[in-house]
C-alpha cells in the first residue's frame, strides 16, 4: 500500500494549519507589561462614573471641536462594540468653556432627548468633514437644525439645551472630569482609577485592553 494518497488528503489541511500558524503565534505574543507614568497615571481615590455591575467602565473624555477625536471615533467606536459584554463604554462631552461649552451642551441635550448615540457619528462628519456646522463659536440656534433630522424639534432642543437636565449632566461631568484629572481630549480612564497616557491611538487602546483585564481579575481574586 502507498501512502501517497493519505498524503494528498491531508495536504489541504497541511497547508492551511501552516498558514495559521503566524497568526497563532502573533496571538500569542504577550503585551509588553504597562509601566505607571509612561502607559497610564493613577487616579487616587478615583471612582467610577456610573458604574454597572458585572463590567468595567471605560469613560472617553472627547470634545466635539476636537479634531484628534473625530480620527479616533471610529476606530474607539469599533473597540467599544468588540468589548461590549465586559466594558461599560461612556462617551463624555467635555465642557471645557469658549467653542467647546456649545457642543457639550448639545450632546447632553442628546442624551436627554434619545438621541446622543444615534448622531454621534454624524456631529464629528458635520463639524469635520463636510463643515455643516461652525467650529468655532456656535449658537444653540446654529446646533438645533442638525437634530431635526432625528425627529427633534427646533424649539424642543432649544428648551432642553438650556433646562435643568443638562446643566445637571455638564456638572456631573466637570466634576468627573477634574477629580479625574483630564486635561485634553480624547482620554480614557479606566473605572475611574486609571487615566490612559499613550502615544497613539493603538497604544491609547494596547493600554486600556490591559487596564480592562487587570480591572476584570481583581474582581475574580
Not at 450632546?107 to 448615540?117: C, F, N, T
Not at 432649544?158 to 456638572?171: K, N
Request: charged share 20%; glycine share 8%.
Amino acid at each position: 500500500m502507498t501512502r501517497r494518497p493519505l498524503l494528498r488528503s491531508l495536504l489541504p489541511s497541511l497547508l492551511v494549519f501552516v498558514a495559521l500558524l503566524p497568526f497563532a503565534a502573533a496571538a500569542a505574543t504577550p503585551q509588553p507589561a504597562l509601566v505607571e507614568g509612561t502607559d497610564y497615571e493613577v487616579i487616587e481615590g478615583g471612582t467610577p462614573f456610573a458604574p454597572v455591575k458585572g463590567k468595567v467602565e471605560v469613560v472617553e473624555v472627547f470634545g466635539y471641536t476636537c479634531p484628534h477625536c473625530a480620527h479616533f471615533q471610529p476606530t474607539v467606536s469599533a473597540w467599544a462594540k468588540k468589548n461590549a459584554k465586559v466594558v461599560n463604554f461612556i462617551p463624555m462631552a467635555a465642557p471645557f468653556g469658549g467653542s467647546w461649552q456649545p457642543y457639550a451642551q448639545a450632546y447632553y441635550a442628546a442624551q436627554v432627548l434619545g438621541v446622543a448615540e444615534k448622531s454621534h457619528d454624524a456631529m464629528f462628519l458635520a463639524l469635520h468633514t463636510d463643515g455643516s456646522l461652525p467650529l468655532r463659536n456656535a449658537t444653540p440656534g446654529e446646533i438645533a437644525p442638525f437634530y431635526t433630522r432625528y425627529g427633534v424639534a427646533q424649539a424642543k432642543f432649544l428648551a432642553t439645551y438650556d433646562g435643568p437636565d443638562v446643566a445637571a449632566r455638564v456638572a456631573k461631568a466637570e466634576q468627573f472630569i477634574k477629580r479625574s484629572g483630564v486635561e485634553g481630549t480624547p482620554t480614557l480612564v479606566i473605572n475611574g482609577r486609571y487615566r490612559v497616557i499613550g502615544h497613539d491611538f493603538t497604544d491609547v487602546l494596547r493600554i486600556a485592553d490591559q487596564l480592562v483585564a487587570r480591572e476584570r481579575d481583581g474582581k475574580t481574586r
